[in-house]
């Protein structure tokens, strides 16, 4: 087996790590975090799904929250492989302890989904499993962990990648890399993402030559804190009972459609969106459910935002997954020869136009052992030396945090939930201009923070041509063809 390279040590890439070195390879695994709650595993609250006997209904849940557009046969793939993976990995492996009830887990119930089938620890599911899964992977012999160390740049040569360049140019060789990145949160002005979610993977990956695919297709989670530091609220507080209400006390979500609170994400975050702009505010109403007792983790972080919770807890939508990404097929494997991708940078077909919810850590564990398998198996290719700049010191502060304001403006005004024909083409138009101007700092400076910032806006800039191309579906929501 030859050498895998993992960039990103979230659950996708943990589990790309524990499945190739499963595999019988070594593994080095790259990450800019500088501990687990810097990932955006660690940040996701609600849960992970499982089937419970009910295979083909939650095959039709996911299908039907994609408004038609997720792959099917994409989508049984991995529900017929959720369970054992969850089990084996998470459970087994990792010794993740999900809530009971008694002798059995207790599902939850979230939006979308026919029946309760989410998994969860209290509403901080991701904490749980990440740090877990993490200290499980690193204590293996075979995967070498490197944190707060970022990779600049795939190594490409003439029959596929061969590696990564990391800071301070250093090149790193493997037979297969895995590109396990994370989400573009950090584009717009408001997200649940960590800072760090730039699109670093996905603009690495186009610039390889790799395919992408449903990049339009961005999903706002409806109820969020938005005062100061974000804090998402976990869709398994709508599925427990709580409601929404205007500022002119209206429940307004009946009238939306038929499944009210817990219609699917983009259908909730549309109409929370909207009755905010016309109303003024948008109040998620726990009063009907034991909330302090059900979410203690989420009651304390909101008491230390001065929020009671039994007065309403005041929410708006807020960017939290890109549905789309790097193309990859069942086994994880892009469009170019030596590189895999898993988790939220890569495209699986599963998700489609919007995601169910509790459906990412599943598809980022699925994914991922089977990006690191496949990765395992991939041969050694020849890849140039580094072609790097020289590192510089890194960009003036101002200059950076000027162009990430104007970076996330643009983003915000022009690709939010509801979008327009003439503002897609201011999109593409500043968004260009803005990559014109980082060009000349690339020819001398390789640090992090450049890196980042003009990563983001490749991502960006792709975003926004595709969505121009795009038809109004699901989570992409064109304002002159709007349907609901």
């Not at 019988?24 to 955006?40: C, H, I, K, N, Q």
């Not at 849940?61 to 089990?87: H, K, M, Q």
């Amino acid at each position: 087996m030859s050498r895998v390279l993992v960039i990103g040590s979230g659950i996708a890439g943990c589990a790309a790590a524990l499945g190739a070195a499963r595999a019988g390879s070594d593994v080095d695994l790259v990450t800019t975090a500088t501990e687990p709650r810097d990932t955006a595993t660690w940040w996701a609250q609600g849960g992970i799904a499982v089937p419970r006997e009910d295979e083909r209904a939650f095959v039709e849940d996911i299908v039907t929250a994609s408004d038609g557009t997720a792959d099917r046969a994409t989508v049984e793939s991995l529900v017929g492989d959720a369970r054992a993976a969850v089990e084996d990995v998470l459970v087994e492996t990792a010794g993740v302890d999900f809530d009971r009830d008694g002798e059995e887990y207790d599902f939850s119930h979230e939006a979308g989904h026919a029946r309760p089938r989410v998994l969860h620890v209290d509403a901080a599911t991701g904490q749980s499993i990440e740090q877990r899964l993490f200290e499980t992977v690193a204590r293996r012999s075979a995967v070498t962990v490197r944190t707060d160390t970022a990779a600049l740049d795939l190594l490409v040569g003439a029959s596929g990648v061969g590696g990564a360049v990391l800071e301070g140019r250093e090149p790193i060789r493997a037979g297969g890399t895995v590109l396990a990145t994370g989400g573009i949160g950090g584009l717009y002005p408001e997200t649940t993402n960590p800072p760090g979610a730039t699109g670093d993977g996905i603009a690495m990956a186009a610039q390889a030559g790799a395919d992408l695919a449903d990049l339009p297709f961005v999903q706002f989670h409806p109820t969020v804190y938005l005062d100061g530091e974000t804090l998402l609220v976990s869709e398994a507080v709508r599925g427990a009972g709580a409601v929404l209400w205007n500022a002119d006390g209206e429940r307004f979500m009946p009238s939306v459609h038929p499944d009210a609170e817990l219609a699917p994400r983009d259908v909730v975050a549309r109409a929370v969106a909207r009755e905010r702009d016309r109303t003024g505010r948008v109040t998620l109403d726990v009063s009907a459910i034991p909330f302090r007792a059900e979410f203690p983790g989420l009651a304390d972080r909101l008491a230390d935002r001065g929020v009671d919770p039994d007065a309403g807890i005041p929410v708006g939508p807020a960017q939290h997954f890109l549905c789309g990404g790097i193309a990859v097929d069942e086994r994880g494997r892009t469009s170019v020869p030596g590189l895999f991708a898993a988790g939220e940078c890569a495209r699986t077909g599963v998700h489609g136009a919007n995601r169910l919810a509790s459906t990412s850590l599943l598809e980022g564990l699925v994914w991922g052992l089977r990006a690191g398998r496949a990765a395992a198996g991939s041969e050694a290719r020849p890849a140039p030396d580094p072609s790097l700049p020289t590192r510089d010191p890194d960009l003036p502060a101002a200059f950076a945090a000027e162009k990430r304001r104007r970076l996330q403006q643009i983003v915000g005004e022009h690709l939010g939930i509801e979008r327009s024909p003439a503002g897609l083409k201011r999109a593409v138009s500043a968004l260009g201009r803005l990559r014109g101007e980082l060009d000349a700092y690339t020819r001398t400076r390789s640090s992090r923070s450049l890196n980042q910032l003009y990563s983001a806006t490749i991502t960006a800039e792709s975003i926004a041509r595709a969505a121009r191309a795009t038809d109004s579906v699901g989570t992409h929501r064109l304002e002159a063809t709007r349907a609901d």
